[in-house]
């Protein structure tokens, strides 16, 4: 593979010549993709790129809606996030309780907002922020 440069200079590995970008033009414009493309990089990895802002088709997905929910199965996921919390003296903030119980990211603000209505629950702070206590 010849290397090729849009330096000042550059030069060709086989033959070990400097040559003039000016009178290599269409050299340039003759070489493959392959060969304009540093070493270790691939053509078309998007990461290289910086991803363009596009949905990767490669990538899996987490299935769209949650399935619905009774509220005995809230009320399930409620009594385990309030055992949960009766360990931390200090409470915990929302992503923390997803992590600890490994629950997904939807279904952590109803269960939260029926402990609360419940008086189950107590909170301290704003959004982020929010740290919930049992009651």
């Known amino acids: ?14 033959t070990s010549r400097t040559y003039s970008p000016g009178r290599n033009w269409n050299r340039l414009r003759a070489a493959s993709l392959d060969e304009l493309v540093a070493p270790g990089q691939e053509v078309g990895n998007r990461r290289a790129r910086g991803g363009g802002g596009q949905p990767d088709p490669l990538r899996k997905k987490k299935g ?3 399935a619905r929910r009774g509220p005995e199965e809230i009320a399930g996921t409620l009594g385990t996030v309030v055992s949960l919390l009766r360990g931390k003296k200090a409470g915990l903030r929302s992503e923390e309780i997803r992590k600890a119980l490994k629950l ?3 279904e952590v603000p109803r269960v939260l907002k029926e402990g609360l209505a419940k008086k189950k629950l107590k909170s301290k702070g704003q959004k982020r922020a929010t740290t919930y206590f049992v009651a």
Request: proline share 0%.
């Open 104 to 106: 997904d990211v939807r």
């Open 64 to 66: 769209g809606r949650l």
């Open 1 to 14: 593979m010849r290397s090729v440069g849009f330096g000042v200079f550059t030069v060709d590995a086989k």
